[in-house]
């Protein structure tokens, strides 16, 4: 093991398991923030560390410090603690592993030696994703049962008996995506996506199997119990489902873990769908030949985007009352010296890459940074647009639910496997 | 140089050997469990933990597709509609049927089995020593399971998709209600 | 009198409605609209900032009670019990004593209402033949760390003004 070794396992490590961590706080800012936007409403906007908001997220540590002081209840006539106490760890274990495979980069290419860009260097791919979730359940199960609550008890059995049926129309669109492929292993699926359809569109997933795509994502919102189908913790009839008797940091547990699925499985509906970490038109040979260019448009674009955010947030980041040296004008201030700052170091990288590195591995490692952020981007814009049906829909009817399922998405999704299978051969 | 890789792959080997003997070791107490626990739900998870260790035992031997299947298929899927069911039925301490006389038995099996199991021991340590090796690139890989069963075992695998196809059939006109909707 | 039978439209029964999906995509439309549009201008939210914007209160709102005064100031309340007794909630409890300045025979000497009690119904004003309790104080948060001061006595009671003046009083409530 050289040190270049170890540095890059801490990489896959830090990416691996502090993304998803880290997405935790920026899916629930998302959340509230943008249902309170959708719903023409503020959201937390008070919580502050010194005057400083940060747009909210403040609150996020606010309702963490809570949760860790508060009292953790196991209640007493419960017969099955162990149970009690192991749920919530299988819950948010399992969304955690799930990400593991999940490529974030290309292959990099560093003094010959491939570093596989995903947290365990494995090429189970989508298999180890199906199998992880398949545990989601005993968690579950085993928290409502174990609660010994009437509502805990009907929000597990909904949400097992609809984790249960939705993985099948789930398995059977991702069979005929696979035979599209022809391949399990992730990275090579985003490398297909890399190609163009009639030399302009990319190869994108949800443009081959546009059927499969609306299965599986649809598929994918129920396997993580989201609106419109989270009547497991339908609050006007269940309270909180499953989770009623937690409280204190098993039940952020549960909360984690709920948002850990949601960013897990938008990173899954973007690899298989939308290209992973690939830019679009932009394949990874493509960027490593014209990476020059690339930086100096990059150069270019930063600014541009830094002085667009700025100018949005001057006009917004300020009291809609008549407030004598209005603190939030002055955030905003310091909001603005430092992303200019930020601005200022990106270009004296990018500009130290131009004159000393430009050329070999530099290239490779600037490209390998830029798909990581492009994967980062697609998934935020994956776990917007759960928020966003969350806060557009309304809930289903459980009968509904499962006859989704079972009658329209398990069928459609056979027929699209004969259509494909018929497809692929014909063509080869 | 080389005497460190020969170390480094002695250090490997003896992690391999453990983790072998780690996950053997789960799989027989998970199976213990299986039995001895009173309440299924015990019972249930305690079978759990055997399919997992089993799963990293299909692991450890580079069989990457079975480790996915039973991961999937018996842990994942059939394992969670047994806990399903039993959440379903809800079953107390006062549910549960009084077992006299576990102990004897328990001797009466151990007496039964302990022969088989000693033929089973003469029969191990009889085995040529093993020499494992991986055979061939991508052993155990999705590709060539699918070729090796889609080219030499056609008949026997749709035979017995048949067969399951039969039993869910089954399943579901043993399931169905009679006389609704006369 | 017949009955006029308006014949509603059922909706959602054309092939692409029951796709769902393209109503869905309508639906994402709407509320994608409303997001994009505060998010541009987020001094279009429709919300009042509450701590350091107060709402508007009317003379109609019944908020935290009062006893009134006459001209002089002394207290206009005769200890009639009209009030307690009409109080649904059982939250005003009076004690009567001998009045010596001649306006009337008796006085309270406690008159206690307890706010946590109170479900602000108004009755106590509606049967007071006196106008000596009235709700137009415009108090509509009645929070404290302790139970004891939201238990408010006869003191407190004369202490506070009302909100509104005479005749603007007279002309949205009695």
Redesign the interface.
């Known amino acids: 093991m050289s040190q270049l070794d170890i540095l890059l396992v801490l990489l896959r490590v830090a990416v691996g398991a502090f993304v998803p961590l880290c997405f935790i706080a920026v899916l629930v800012w998302l959340e509230r923030r943008?249902a309170a936007?959708?719903?023409?409403?503020?959201g937390p906007n008070r919580a502050n560390i010194f005057g400083f908001r940060a747009a909210g997220l403040v609150q996020n540590a606010a309702d963490g410090i809570k949760l860790i002081f508060k009292e953790d209840v196991i209640p007493g006539h419960s017969a099955h603690k162990f149970y009690f106490v192991l749920a919530p760890l299988i819950v948010f274990f399992c969304a955690l592993v799930s990400f593991a495979v999940v490529p974030f980069a290309d292959t990099l290419v560093l003094e010959g030696k491939q570093y596989i860009m995903q947290g365990i260097p494995m090429d189970l791919g989508i298999l180890w994703f199906l199998a992880i979730t398949g545990f989601a359940v005993y968690g579950i199960i085993l928290a409502g049962w174990s609660s010994h609550n009437k509502y805990g008890v009907l929000g597990a059995l909904r949400a097992s008996a609809q984790v249960i049926s939705y993985e099948i129309p789930m398995g059977l669109a991702l069979v005929s995506l696979l035979v599209v492929y022809g391949t399990i292993n992730l990275n090579e699926i985003v490398h297909f996506q890399g190609k163009l359809l009639f030399g302009f569109i990319p190869m994108w997933g949800v443009v081959l199997q546009p059927l499969a795509a609306?299965i599986f994502i649809v598929s994918a919102f129920a396997e993580t119990n989201r609106t419109p189908f989270d009547l497991a913790e339908g609050e006007s009839e269940l309270v909180a489902g499953f989770h009623v008797e937690y409280s204190a940091m098993k039940f952020a547990l549960f909360f984690m873990g709920e948002y850990v699925a949601m960013f897990v499985s938008s990173s899954i509906i973007i690899t298989l769908f939308f290209g992973g970490y690939q830019i679009p038109w932009l394949s990874t040979e493509t960027l490593v030949a014209y990476a020059k260019p690339v930086s100096m448009l990059l150069m270019g674009l930063v600014p541009v985007a830094a002085a667009l955010f700025c100018g949005?947030m001057m006009?917004?980041n300020k009291?809609?009352?008549d407030?004598p040296n209005d603190p939030r004008v002055r955030e905003a201030k310091v909001y603005r010296i430092i992303i200019w700052m930020m601005v200022v170091v990106v270009e004296a990288v990018l500009v130290g890459y131009l004159l000393y590195a430009a050329g070999g591995a530099a290239d490779r490692i600037l490209v390998v940074l830029l798909q990581i952020v492009t994967f980062l981007v697609k998934t935020f814009m994956m776990c917007f647009v759960y928020v966003?049906?969350r806060?557009?829909?309304p809930r289903f009817r459980y009968d509904q639910l499962q006859l989704l399922g079972w009658k329209m998405l398990l069928p459609l999704a056979l027929l699209n496997i004969f259509i494909t299978s018929a497809v692929v051969v014909a063509l080869s | 140089m080389t005497k460190k890789n020969i170390r480094k792959g002695a250090l490997d080997i003896m992690f391999a050997e453990w983790l072998f003997f780690g996950l053997a070791g789960l799989s027989v107490l998970g199976a213990i469990g299986l039995i001895l626990f009173r309440h299924p739900m015990n019972g249930a998870m305690s079978f759990v933990v055997t399919l997992i260790s089993l799963a990293g035992l299909y692991a450890l031997l580079s069989a990457k597709l079975l480790f996915a299947v039973q991961l999937i298929v018996y842990a994942g899927a059939i394992m969670s509609l047994i806990i399903f069911i039993i959440m379903f039925l809800n079953i107390q301490e006062h549910d549960l049927p009084d077992e006299e006389g576990k102990g004897l038995f328990l001797l009466g099996g151990a007496v039964v089995i302990t022969p088989i199991a000693l033929f089973l021991y003469k029969i191990v340590k009889s085995l040529p020593g093993s020499d494992t090796k991986i055979i061939g690139n991508g052993f155990g890989d999705v590709r060539e399971v699918g070729l090796i069963l889609f080219k030499n075992w056609l008949l026997p695998f749709e035979i017995v998709s048949i067969l399951l196809l039969v039993a869910l059939v089954g399943a579901v006109v043993l399931a169905g209600k009679k006389g609704v909707g006369k | 009198m017949s009955v006029t039978v308006k014949i509603m439209e059922r909706k959602g029964s054309s092939f692409l409605e029951k796709i769902y999906?393209f109503e869905?995509f309508k639906?994402?439309r709407?509320?994608?609209g409303?997001?994009w549009r505060?998010?541009?201008?987020?001094?279009r939210?429709?919300?009042r900032?509450y701590p350091?914007?107060k709402p508007e209160i009317t003379p109609r709102w019944r908020g935290r009670h009062r006893l009134t005064t006459h001209e002089d100031g002394t207290v206009k309340c005769v200890a009639c019990f009209m009030c307690q007794t009409n109080c649904p909630a059982k939250c005003i409890m009076i004690e009567a004593g001998e009045r010596m300045d001649g306006k009337s025979e008796k006085v309270p000497v406690r008159f206690d209402i307890d706010l946590l009690e109170c479900i602000y119904c108004g009755y106590c004003v509606e049967a007071c033949p006196m106008d000596a309790i009235r709700m137009d104080t415009g108090i509509f948060s009645v929070t404290s760390y302790d139970r004891e001061s939201v238990f408010v006595g006869i003191d407190e009671l004369l202490a506070t003004k009302g909100a509104f003046d005479e005749e603007e009083y007279k002309k949205g409530g009695a």
Do not use: P
């Open positions: 943008g936007f959708f719903q023409d409403r503020a609306v949005w006009k917004n009291s809609h009352y407030r966003w049906v806060w557009t829909l | 999906l869905i639906g994402m709407v509320t994608l409303h997001l505060n998010l541009c201008d987020n001094s939210l429709y919300v900032h350091e914007v």
